[in-house]
């Protein structure tokens, strides 16, 4: 098993990250085709995609191509990017919007993680805020990181972002979380990947 972790990076820097999210796109939209063909429930299915996949000219047409290709309905793909992506390219809010129009839901992923900015949750008409795992595996113990948590939690429920914690590997956690009002909660606790 090579967790994404180590491989990522490399793909990041020879380019192949572009090849690794769209292969992963359209083989979530195959998934989620044949589970609606089946007569199961259809599920939100969340995707990342990097920073250098956003900026090929052809992103929003190749993306919205595969999801008419697999006839998946609106509303069911999030497509996550990351809180650097947001900070560094003023196009972001654009794109977003875009995408929106073409029946996206977008994430901002590992929130948390880096340079942060309220702003940020002001200005992007984002769907959903993914909390980065840091704050969850990091320091949880602390006052002063609840504190923030729950600021976090409160800010984009009165902005009307729904909310992700990733990284919870503790009933304690995942107490806080939801009486914090986090909207949904992943990890080790509940699954392995």
């Known amino acids: 098993l090579v967790p994404p972790c180590d491989f990522i990076p490399l793909f990041e820097r020879n380019g192949f990250i ?4 769209r292969y992963m796109f359209s083989q979530a939209c195959a998934w989620l085709q044949q589970r609606i ?13 990097s920073r250098l996949s956003i900026m090929q000219d ?3 047409q190749y993306y919205s191509n595969i999801k008419e290709r697999y006839a998946i309905p609106d509303g069911l793909l999030e497509l996550e990017c990351t ?3 947001a900070l560094f390219d003023e196009r972001f809010r654009e794109l977003v ?22 702003s940020l949750l002001k200005d992007l008409p984002i769907d959903c805020l993914k909390l980065d795992r840091q704050f969850i595996i990091g320091r949880f113990e602390e006052q002063s990181t609840r ?44 699954s392995r990947p």
Do not use: H, W
């Not at 063909?37 to 995609?49: C, D």
């Not at 939801?178 to 909207?183: K, S």
């Open 18 to 21: 572009v090849q690794l999210d």
């Open 37 to 49: 063909r089946s007569g199961k429930e259809p599920l939100n299915i969340a995707v990342n995609v």
């Open 58 to 60: 052809d992103f929003l």
């Open 83 to 85: 809180e650097s992506l």
């Open 97 to 118: 919007l875009e995408l929106q129009k073409r029946g996206f839901r977008c994430s901002l992923d590992d929130f948390g993680s880096g340079y942060s900015s309220l």
């Open 147 to 190: 504190t923030v948590i729950e600021m976090i939690m409160n800010l984009a429920r009165k902005l009307g972002i729904m909310t992700v914690a990733e990284g919870v590997e503790l009933e304690e956690q995942v107490s806080f979380l939801r009486e914090a009002g986090c909207d949904l909660i992943q990890g080790f606790y509940f």
